[in-house]
């Protein structure tokens, strides 16, 4: 059953806190990847992880750092969030060179 | 770095008639253009894609054409059903797997 797994799938926090994202994927994929989605502006990538222990920056990381210690598990974390995070986060996998990405069902994430 | 933009932002059609949504991007070594579709409070889900060294590609209603020359590509959805109402999101990777996403277009299906 190929599926990707988000928790939590709405998540409330005020400024200054910290935010625990996760995500699991079951179909052994090599690649993980978190994106942030923001109205009008499509998918922007925040990091790529190409295996574990082995992450790089996308085009937005600033205020985000992730944690990848098994194949299956890919963590975002934000350590003081801000107002400006507010958004929908979502996870991805896929396997081999540009291949079909397969993608969580979010988690909506409302700074205070 | 790439940048690909979506030029409908929304886009309505009867059912029965083709729909066409339209994406252009800058780097010129973009070579991989996926189409994703994203229904109401879902995740986004592959629907077709075209590599650089074929210029059409076809499954089913879905048609793709890349214009390299102009750095354009394309969806055509033919025979449009209201099940098609979604919104696309086109990409383009540049990179190994590294994907930059257009901001998507509202595809509404009239009955």
């Known amino acids: 059953d190929m599926k990707v797994t988000q928790m939590p799938r709405y998540l409330i926090k005020r400024m200054g806190e910290n935010v625990l994202l996760e995500c699991g994927q079951d179909m052994s994929h090599e690649t993980m990847y978190w994106y942030r989605q923001d109205p009008g502006l499509g998918l922007q990538l925040i990091y790529i992880?190409?295996?574990?222990?082995?992450?790089s920056e996308g085009d937005i990381p600033k205020g985000y750092r992730v944690s990848r210690k098994k194949r299956e598990h890919f963590s975002l974390i934000l350590d003081s969030a801000k107002t400006n995070q507010t958004s929908v986060y979502f996870c991805?996998?896929?396997?081999?060179?540009?291949?079909?990405?397969?993608f969580g069902p979010g988690t909506r994430l409302t700074v205070l | 770095g790439e940048k690909v933009e979506q030029h409908e932002s929304t886009l309505s059609v009867r059912e029965g008639d083709s729909a066409v949504i339209n994406c252009t991007y800058t780097?010129?070594?973009?070579?991989?253009f996926p189409w994703y579709k994203q229904e109401a409070g879902k995740g986004l889900h592959f629907v077709i894609d075209i590599r650089s060294n074929v210029d059409r590609k076809q499954s089913q209603r879905l048609i793709v054409l890349l214009d390299k020359k102009a750095k354009r590509f394309s969806l055509h959805i033919t025979a449009t059903q209201p099940e098609d109402s979604a919104i696309y999101f086109c990409a383009a990777s540049p990179n190994y797997n590294v994907l930059y996403f257009g901001s998507g277009t509202k595809l509404t299906v009239e009955p």
């Open positions: 991805a996998s896929s396997q081999g060179k540009n291949a079909e990405q397969f």
């Open positions: 780097d010129t070594a973009s070579s991989y």
């Open positions: 992880s190409y295996d574990v222990d082995s992450n």
